[in-house]
C-alpha cells in the first residue's frame, strides 16, 4: 500500500505522543499538517532538526518552533522515586504508551525502554514522585523506538476505545434491566385499570 502524506509525516514525528503540539498524539498533528490544518513548528521533542525534515518533505520552508508549543530541549526518561510511590495510577492513566505498570495501592515503575520521555506523567502525579532522567541519545533518535512507540500508543488507543464501547454497552444494558419491570408494571396496571372500568360499567 502506498503511504499516504500523513503517513510520510507521521514517519518523520519523534512518536512521543506528548500533545504538545495541541493534538492527541503524533498521528492527529500528521494528518492536521497534511490537511494544512496546522504548521510544522509545533513539535518541541522533534525540534529544528524535525521542522527542516518536514519542511523537505512537504517543499516548504523551515521555521523557527512556535515557542507557543514549549521549548526543544534533550529528551529525558521518566523514573518513579519507589519510596513515594502511592500506588493511585494517576501516571499509569496518563501514559500513552503503556510504559509504567503497576497496581492500584501498589509500587509502580517505569519501563524506561517504552518510555518516550512526554512528560505527561509528571504533573499527573499527586506525590511528585516522578524525576526526569536523560535519555541515551542512542535511544531519542533511534527509529525502531519511534515505531514502537508509535505502536504502543495505537494498541493503547484501541483497547481504550473497545474499553469505554464496552462500558457503554454495559451501561445501556443495565438501564434496560431497570426499565423492563417498570415497562410490565405498567401494562400491568393499565390493564387491572381496563378490568376494573370493566367491571364497574352498567
Request: glycine share 8%; aromatic share 2%; charged share 25%.
Given at each position: 500500500?502506498?503511504p499516504?502524506l500523513?503517513d510520510?509525516i507521521d514517519a518523520?514525528?519523534p512518536?512521543?505522543?506528548?500533545e504538545?503540539c495541541?493534538?492527541?498524539?503524533c498521528?492527529p498533528y500528521?494528518?492536521?499538517?497534511?490537511a494544512?490544518?496546522?504548521?510544522?513548528?509545533r513539535c518541541p521533542?522533534?525540534?529544528?532538526a524535525?521542522?527542516r525534515r518536514?519542511a523537505?518533505?512537504?517543499?516548504?520552508?523551515a521555521?523557527?518552533?512556535?515557542?507557543?508549543?514549549?521549548?526543544e530541549?534533550?529528551?529525558?526518561?521518566?523514573r518513579i522515586?519507589?519510596a513515594?510511590c502511592?500506588?493511585?495510577?494517576?501516571?499509569?492513566?496518563?501514559?500513552?504508551?503503556?510504559?509504567?505498570?503497576?497496581?492500584s495501592k501498589v509500587?509502580?515503575?517505569?519501563?524506561?525502554?517504552?518510555?518516550t520521555?512526554?512528560e505527561?506523567?509528571?504533573?499527573?502525579?499527586?506525590?511528585d514522585?516522578i524525576r526526569l532522567?536523560p535519555m541515551?541519545?542512542?535511544?531519542a533518535?533511534?527509529?525502531?523506538?519511534?515505531?514502537?512507540?508509535?505502536r504502543?500508543?495505537?494498541?493503547?488507543e484501541?483497547?481504550l476505545t473497545?474499553?469505554?464501547a464496552e462500558r457503554?454497552?454495559?451501561?445501556?444494558?443495565?438501564?434496560?434491566?431497570?426499565?423492563?419491570?417498570?415497562a410490565?408494571?405498567?401494562?400491568?396496571?393499565?390493564?387491572?385499570r381496563?378490568?376494573a372500568?370493566?367491571?364497574?360499567?352498567p
Open positions: 500500500m502506498t499516504t500523513a510520510r518523520l514525528l512518536q512521543t505522543q506528548c504538545q495541541g493534538f492527541h498524539g498521528r500528521a494528518e492536521a499538517i497534511a494544512d490544518a496546522a504548521g510544522i513548528d521533542p522533534g525540534g529544528a524535525g521542522i518536514l523537505h518533505l512537504l517543499d516548504r520552508p521555521v523557527p518552533l512556535d515557542p507557543a508549543h514549549g521549548v530541549k534533550p529528551r529525558t526518561l521518566a522515586v519507589e513515594d502511592i500506588g493511585c495510577t494517576k501516571c499509569i492513566q496518563a501514559c500513552p504508551v503503556d510504559a509504567i505498570v503497576g497496581a509500587m509502580h515503575t517505569v519501563l524506561s525502554d517504552l518510555c520521555g512526554c505527561l506523567c509528571v504533573p499527573a502525579c499527586p506525590v514522585c532522567d541515551p541519545v542512542s535511544q533518535e533511534d527509529p525502531g523506538h519511534a515505531d514502537a512507540a508509535r504502543h500508543f495505537q494498541r493503547r484501541a483497547r473497545h474499553e469505554r457503554e454497552r454495559q451501561l445501556a444494558a443495565n438501564k434496560a434491566d431497570v426499565a423492563a419491570p417498570a410490565r408494571n405498567a401494562v400491568l396496571e393499565a390493564l387491572a381496563a378490568r372500568r370493566k367491571k364497574d360499567s
